[in-house]
């Protein structure tokens, strides 16, 4: 092979090399950010108000349209990348190749991992958004259904609630009253209680009183016999004191 062959199946293995790196660069960022759509989309409210916001955006794409677009964009990427790849296998089986054979089946390897992680990357995300998605289109219709029912029995769900209310009413009177009835019956308990003590009292008065005129005559009665005792004593002195004069001057 001359030496501007091989310059050229040179310059054809870089710019497939090239054609590989730039898709897989833009490959990357799309998953990325395809990832964080899916990711807000899990984590946003309802599927009908998602519809409603975006009814009511001017002129925006919903984020399920945008989805859609990017799981289509993503799908091409990835076959372009797959193509670049088989080109590349194509260029290592060419006879000019063989003499750097290795390297470049070592390039390709690399190559096909990064394709084949970002295509099993995609689907993964791509298997769990359908999944969420199905699950959010089951749970509004599901939710579309009881607001049906409740408008078409509105009627019937407004007797009930009225009726569960008063029932609710009665049930706190009836808590209310026998409340009231324990405060009651607790406050006769401790009225009759004072009353006994009360009743204690006063008889221990009484019997205090009735002791108190006893005592004052047993005082009286010693008072007397203390003032008796002391005429005694001193009439004995004064007669002692007279019979010693008497004896004295005599």
């Known amino acids: 092979m001359s030496t501007t062959n091989m310059a050229t199946t040179s310059n054809y293995w870089e710019d497939l090399r090239k054609q590989a790196r730039q898709l897989e660069n833009e490959l990357d960022l799309k998953l990325v950010s395809f990832s964080k759509l899916c990711t807000s989309y899990s984590s946003s409210s309802s599927r009908e108000q998602r519809t409603r916001n975006s009814r009511s955006d001017s002129g925006g794409p ?12 993503l799908e091409q990427l990835l076959a372009n990348l797959t193509a670049v790849n088989d080109k590349m296998a194509e260029y290592t089986n060419t006879p000019g190749s063989s003499s750097h054979n290795a ?4 390039t390709l ?9 970002y295509t099993h990357e995609f689907h993964k995300t ?17 939710h579309r259904d009881i607001e049906s029912y409740k408008s078409s029995s509105g009627v019937n769900n ?3 609630e009225l009726f569960l ?5 009665l049930r706190n ?8 009835i324990s405060i009651a019956m607790a406050t006769k308990e401790n009225i009759t209680f004072q009353r006994g003590m009360l009743k204690s009292i006063q008889t221990r ?17 010693i008072n007397l016999r203390k003032r008796r005792d002391s005429l005694i004593l001193g009439g004995v002195i004064g007669v002692c004191t007279i019979l010693l004069l008497l004896y004295t001057f005599h």
């Open 158 to 160: 407004r007797r009930t």
């Open 103 to 106: 390297a470049l089946m070592h």
């Open 173 to 180: 009177s009836d808590s209310l009253i026998d409340n009231a």
């Open 62 to 73: 919903s984020q399920d349209n945008m989805l859609v677009a990017m799981t289509t964009e």
């Open 126 to 142: 791509k298997s769990n958004f359908f999944s969420l998605r199905e699950r959010e289109d089951l749970l509004g219709s599901v």
């Open 109 to 117: 390897q690399r190559h096909r991992d990064i394709l084949q992680d």
């Open 165 to 169: 209310k008063e029932h609710e009413h």
């Open 205 to 221: 008065v009484t019997t205090l009183a009735n002791r108190f005129p006893a005592i004052n005559g047993l005082i009286q009665k």
